[in-house]
């Protein structure tokens, strides 16, 4: 063959080659988004109402991929488990609740549960202690208990339970910080009426704190409150299972005869008055009914295990009520 006729033919093989290239290169587009497709990486899938996803600390990256395709989040385990491995972030998940409210793509899944500084919510409730806090804090893999219980020294009664938008690095002093401006934005609006009755706020949160403890919802929470009030200003003691539940650590089912006898001023048995600080952190309902008791002829209250509340006139209605609901 002639070398003019190999100069011919050469350019007519390159663009051969060069259509077969694009062919391919076509097919395997196609091909990717129809995987993609298929697995919702480019089309996540809808869900309905709110996903939590909880990641407890040694949990395997496998069992949460199933969790997530399990809540209906992505459609398949197999593209996290790719992915995290491709950006070598397989090992740096981080323990923690997260919530997801609409669909979201798997690169954006893999960007929460491994980032420091992605966003997260955290919820604390209502009563819970500081210990209760840091507790759960640490359990959630955002700050060390003692780290959190050292910085929180002198907040038990202040910190707002609520749920916050928080970032995963959030720190024990900004998680803190941002708790007690919540409870600072709330009682605000309460603090005229305190003043009104002259009662230190300190001794508002402090009862607070108990009633928030004692009552079981809407309904008994502010004839509770009168029935605190009133023996505080009687001088009775309080007699509140709460506070000696806060200070030796047990439930008010389990408290003795002889816990009664604990010489402590948390022991609102043995004296009269106010506890000296807080026993937990209380919500905005709780606060309000100690700020707006309800008067009643009641002295007395108890709670069954289903936590309907019994109120008694006198002690010996009292103790009738306690034979007849908790025995």
Known sequence: MAL??????????????????????????FIFSIFAFKLGIIFPPSFDGQKNLIIQPGDRVQDIANTLQQDGIMQSPLFLL????????????KPGSYYFNKPISIPRIVYMITSDLAERKIRIHEGWTNFEIASYLENDGIVVKKDFLSVAIGTEGYLFPDTYQIFQNTSAPDLIKKMRNEFDKKIEPLLPEIERKKIPLKDIVIMAS???????????????SGILWKRFKNGRPLQVDATLSYLLGKESKDLTTDDLKTDSPYNTYKYPGLPIGPIGNPGLDAIKATIYPKDSLYWFYLHDKNGNAYFAKTFEEHIANKNKYLR
């Open 210 to 224: 108990l009633i928030e403890k004692e009552s079981a919802g809407e309904e008994d929470r502010a004839i509770i």
């Open 82 to 93: 790719i992915y995290l491995k491709l950006i070598n972030a397989d090992r740096k998940i």
């Open 4 to 29: 003019d006729e190999i100069q011919q033919i050469i350019p007519e093989q390159k663009k051969f080659y060069e259509r077969g290239y694009f062919f391919i290169i076509f097919c395997c587009i």
